[in-house]
């Protein structure tokens, strides 16, 4: 997987720039700034900047020092399910379990058939989610403190409930969250009971829209 470090080396081996390396993947030069800030890239990227670094040349100056060896393919059949989701209040979205497109699975969800990505909307949790980005669920993992989540109440037409947020513990009763850009009247860290919201799905990755 690509990290902050073996980006410098890509970029390194190269000679890039963060304009540079941004035109190559296809993505804005403020993405690769957090790129280098410690965000990891999304499984598009990461194929990217795989095929990027198996084409250093090896006499180029930098190249033996990047030392990259290609991983596996990154994404797998088109068979990942996306649900749509419309505001359901203040930093709130309602999800329909009818997929509107299936996208590429991502290889940290090969085993995991249950897996879905969710389109986001809202704006309460920029700059890690943006409105149009789709958030990859992995319904199997317990709640981890200082990871993102989707936090869930479901409704009895199969639709369900959620709101993306960052979780910082809990307890019995609550969850202890906190968002990056709360809507008007709200705050920053909050809690959500754990008797009407159930359960906090892991974030597990995105894919830029």
């Given amino acids: 997987m690509f990290g902050e470090a073996e980006i410098r080396a890509l970029m390194r081996a190269r000679g890039w720039r963060q304009t540079e390396l941004a035109a190559e993947t296809g993505v804005t030069q403020p993405t690769v700034s957090r790129w280098l800030a410690g965000q990891v890239p999304d499984p598009v990227a990461q194929e990217r900047l795989a095929q990027l670094a198996a084409a250093v040349p090896s006499g180029r100056p930098g190249a033996a020092k990047a030392g990259f060896i290609p991983p596996p393919t990154l994404l797998g ?118 008797q009407e919201w159930r359960r906090a799905l892991r974030v597990v990755g995105k894919y830029d829209g």
Avoid at 126 to 137: C, D, L, Q, T
Avoid at 151 to 179: M, P
Wanted: hydrophobic letters at 40%; zero cysteines; charged letters at 25%.
């Fill in 77 to 194: 059949e088109r068979d990942l399910p996306v649900y749509a989701a419309v505001e359901g209040g203040p930093g709130e979205i309602t999800v329909s379990t009818d997929p509107i497109d299936m996208v590429p699975r991502p290889w940290y969800l090969g085993s995991v058939k249950d897996g879905y990505a969710v389109l986001v909307v809202g704006e309460s949790m920029i700059p890690a989610f943006r409105p149009g980005e789709m958030a990859i669920v992995n319904p199997r993992l317990a709640p981890l403190r200082n990871k993102d989540h989707i936090l869930v109440k479901e409704a009895a037409d199969g639709s369900f409930q959620a709101t993306i947020k960052h979780l910082l513990g809990w307890t019995e009763e609550d969850w202890k969250l906190e968002q990056f850009n709360p809507p008007a009247g709200g705050q920053r860290l909050f809690t959500l009971s754990r």
